[in-house]
């Protein structure tokens, strides 16, 4: 399989993994590791890491989409519970799951880590350069409302956190983080991710987007599971009464609209003119409604949760109409 490696490796600061003077042929691919709400159990990484070596499987970056730690923020019947303060161990938490066993061990030192947070990682998180500067790995990109190119061609951006889940009756299930409503969500998605959409795309460009909520109506947000037969001791616990709606209604919206289809105004030579403006979706959260599924022009992932080694491998190739295309998503328990 051809892939693209990383011989030309630019300083992070110009926020480019590739060169976008990288040479593209069709039939040029690219593979993807997502892996998602790993919660502290590096020995799941251990496990995909091991994994991938004995499959012999490159990588060309490593995509992670939130809730590497277990913390609880707003987890009450408080709606102005704060955020609980977080401290010097969950700095080192943090540390021991995103830069020492992802960003170092799962990954190398050539494979670009590109992460945004999740609901239960710490407030300091959202701060992109908080723990980062002077203490990350350089192969180690967060990319919440910050593009940075993935591939010539592709850019990456994300939007980290989740939405509020109701059953499919209007009973409220879990509160979001940070985004208290999903008005908040679109709000935020309209201030730091749409602008760099609308001018990668412009550009000729199109994006993978990183998002820990996925969105509303897709298949890898709606949990139903079987309490009989789900392992999580959660629902055992907790036997659901309806399937609950955990995915974004704004998101959804933006997916059908504008990034899964080729309705941005783009000029009529531009390349990705005819193609999705974002051609993969990859997200968490909804630890039980893993899968992939096809929204509009878009192909969205969630693998399920890492922390019980769940993890997705997407390839992706280089079309003779000048464009990325998903060409394949395998799922992986290990």
Request: with cysteine.
């Given at each position: ?246 995915g974004s209604v704004a998101l959804r919206t933006a997916i059908r609209t504008q990034f899964g289809a080729p309705s941005l105004p783009l000029p009529a030579n531009s390349p ?21 599924h096809r929204m509009k022009g878009t192909t969205v992932v969630n693998p399920g949760d890492t922390g019980s080694g769940r993890a997705a491998v997407v390839s992706m190739r ?17």
């Open positions: 399989m051809a892939t693209l490696n990383n011989p030309a490796r630019v300083a992070s600061s110009a926020h480019e993994i590739l060169p976008s003077t990288h040479e593209l042929v069709p039939g040029a691919q690219i593979t993807l590791l997502h892996i998602t709400d790993v919660h502290e159990a590096i020995d799941a990484i251990a496990r995909i890491r091991k994994h991938l070596s004995e499959r012999n499987m490159h990588v060309d970056a490593v995509l992670v989409t939130g809730d590497l730690l277990n913390l609880f923020h707003l987890l009450d019947d408080d709606p102005d519970q704060p955020y609980i303060p977080s401290d010097a161990k969950v700095e080192a938490a943090w540390m021991r799951v995103l830069h020492d066993a992802i960003a170092t061990n799962l990954a190398d030192a050539t494979v670009p880590v590109m992460w945004v947070p999740g609901n239960h990682d710490p407030t300091e998180s959202w701060d992109q350069k908080a723990w980062l500067d002077g203490k990350g790995p350089a192969n180690l990109h967060g990319v919440h409302g910050k593009p940075v190119r993935l591939a010539p061609g592709l850019i990456a951006v994300g939007l980290g956190g989740s939405v509020p889940a109701d059953d499919t009756t209007g009973k409220p299930i879990w509160p979001g983080c940070p985004h208290r409503t999903d008005a908040d969500f679109a709000a935020a998605l309209a201030r730091d991710v749409t602008p760099h959409i609308i001018s990668t795309a412009a550009a000729g460009d199109q994006v993978v987007l990183l998002t820990h909520s996925g969105p509303a109506e897709s298949a890898t947000t709606v949990i139903d599971p079987d309490p009989s037969t789900d392992p999580d001791p959660y629902f055992r616990a907790h036997p659901p009464s309806a399937p609950i709606l955990s990705s003119a005819a193609a999705p403006a974002v051609p993969l979706l990859v997200h968490g959260h909804s630890h039980w409604a893993r899968g992939v280089w079309m003779p109409e000048s464009r990325w295309e998903v060409v394949g998503v395998e799922l992986l328990r290990v």
